[in-house]
């Protein structure tokens, strides 16, 4: 009997030929789903994430309706930070507001990383319970927020539009800058080491923000953190997936962090992406959310384009190129899921076809 | 005696060389300045922009206090709009706010193209003025925003984060996006060509917002009318500026839209945008606005990072990557002039004798 192993997903990442494309989407436990927005109405965002049972049930909503070939642990980057001390809640729709900011050198001195053992071991937990409810076929990923978004977070306070308070610690106190990215890259080790330890069987490290940055600076303050958490995650053998958007003129240097798959946006074509990475990593991406509001023509003229560009390569994981917007129409989902396992059936299995008989080719070649 | 046609900023325009790279900064009229302040403390920003000796009074605060090699006519690129009955204002820091956004193809069918001479003529009054008044040396820009980021403004009503409802007027209703596109390419050309007659010696088009399409979407829905601007613009004689952010991955096609120079933000190293783009244009860019609030240190070294990835070619124009902010130190804007000049200077003139010793030793061979 064919194992986890062998998903279409984990096969992805991998780089092994697939029969057809596998699909996720970033917070496809969320409010575009009314089974999703039911439990909302009775427990907070923060509620459902440190309730191991609550944060289980809707991880596995998506993967119960849905013809998904992965499940991702609902959580929120910013979890691992209460034992931290950092008090923070959910603004209606705007994303996380943190009330105790980061903003002199004092501020980053005095943040403790705390034992793994305090860190949000609901998570933990939560990847338990799912693991045991899970079809053997569906691979369910852990993630992480990335040293950099994580500490953008921390000093603007939120979501920001140019993070000037974020490139002042860079910039005018460098020392401290780099002691808060130690601290965070620390806890994210642990962080995602316990979320294999509990059963996750491929990471996702979320680094949303760094489009921000100029080349220099993303060498400079952010790659070296990148980098120590992958090659600290090799040993674990399971595969890593790395993530940014308005990546374009990073992803030489995304490349360099070592993760197994880089995730883009909408914001560059995959053909692009791909030869700027180069052949040796898997992509995953990068239909615009926006798109997913339909109408369903261009919606499905779109998804083709992905995988026209993704030229039906081994190593292409079909995803957005950020989160699903809560107004998108669950059908929508739905047709984007068809359409991936149906167009990128005919792509690999022409591709497949086309590779026997170069083999055979090759086998009668021999022959003579 | 020497004119402006022969100033640093048009021969750069015009790829030739130059003694040291010319400098001037995107909202170089602006809150950075107490002159401009203490005007400001006096008139809201469009009773600047609707008088012509105020508008003219600012757009030469910078020319006088700094060395700047080009003057930019203070407006905004909304201004055009107030003609076709758009009802907008600037709330406090946060851009402009439109009362009477276009959400419906009706809405777009309704809106009227005015007549050039009904157009805002007191842009080009003050543009007259401050001709008068400019230094023979310092040329005068004119600019407009681009119909793709006028249009977002005029669908979501202000500054947008996902620009959703710009996204859904294209994929629903096509016909009206390019209608829309129609109207403000036609009302752009003939705005440029009025500041042109009015004494602008070159223009810069504003597609800011460019950045959140997809390279697929951008060939559609904006580059034709892009492209259809610089063509007009072309039998006027005068070099064209092409502005965005977050291009990194929309370069090759910003380069077929046809300007002479392409603006880029710091999120691409020059040296890249550069090959992208190919060698017959020019570039203008590229230090982060944010890297400008300092430490001093820090900013002359990104400074210095711009100008080695410029590598001295012939048809940099260096520039903020976005508009200069209004916390911006007065201090490192002048230090940031006398940088540029001082480093490039050492670099041309470098370049110039590398390049009289080649034409020296190759005088030589043709004598053997």
């Not at 691992?80 to 994303?95: A, R, T, V």
Request: glycine residues 8%.
């Amino acid at each position: 009997m064919k194992g986890v192993n062998d998903s279409r997903f984990l096969r992805a990442c991998r780089r092994e030929p697939v029969d057809c494309t596998p699909v996720w989407f970033m917070r496809q436990a969320g409010r575009y789903m009314e089974e999703y927005r039911r439990v909302r109405e009775r427990y907070s965002l923060l509620e459902i994430c440190r309730t191991p049972e609550l944060a289980a049930r809707v991880t596995l909503q998506p993967i119960r309706r849905l013809d998904l070939d992965a499940a991702i642990i609902f959580a929120d980057i910013l979890l691992p930070l209460q034992s931290m001390g950092i008090d923070f809640d959910f603004s209606k729709g705007e994303g996380p507001v943190i009330h105790n900011t980061l903003r002199t050198p004092n501020d980053i001195r005095n943040l403790e990383v705390p034992h793994p053992e305090e860190g949000p071991v609901s998570v933990f937990e939560a990847i338990r319970l799912v693991r045991r409810e899970l079809d053997s076929k569906i691979p369910l990923i852990g993630f992480a927020g990335a040293p950099f978004t994580v500490a953008s977070y921390l000093i603007e306070g939120g979501y920001s539009r140019r993070f000037v308070n974020t490139k002042m610690i860079m910039y005018y106190h460098p020392e401290s800058w780099h002691d808060l990215m130690k601290k965070l890259t620390t806890m994210t080790i642990q962080y995602l080491q316990g979320q294999v330890k509990a059963g996750a069987q491929a990471v996702q490290l979320f680094d949303s923000w760094i489009g921000c940055l100029c080349p220099a600076d993303y060498t400079s303050f952010v790659l070296p953190y990148s980098k120590s958490i992958f090659e600290r995650l090799r040993p674990l053998g399971i595969p890593t997936i790395h993530f940014g958007t308005g990546t374009a003129a990073l992803l030489e240097l995304m490349r360099r962090a070592g993760s197994d798959i880089v995730g883009v946006d909408w914001r560059i074509g995959l053909k692009e992406a791909w030869r700027r990475l180069g052949g040796k990593v898997g992509i995953q991406g990068n239909l615009d959310p926006v798109a997913m509001l339909g109408p369903r023509d261009k919606l499905k003229e779109k998804v083709e384009q992905v995988l026209e560009q993704a030229e039906g390569k081994v190593g292409h994981i079909f995803n957005l190129g950020h989160g699903i917007l809560p107004e998108t129409p669950v059908e929508n989902v739905e047709a984007v899921i068809e359409w991936v396992k149906q167009k990128s059936k005919r792509t690999h299995s022409v591709k497949s076809r086309a590779a026997k008989a170069v083999s055979a080719v090759g086998a009668r070649r021999k022959k003579r």
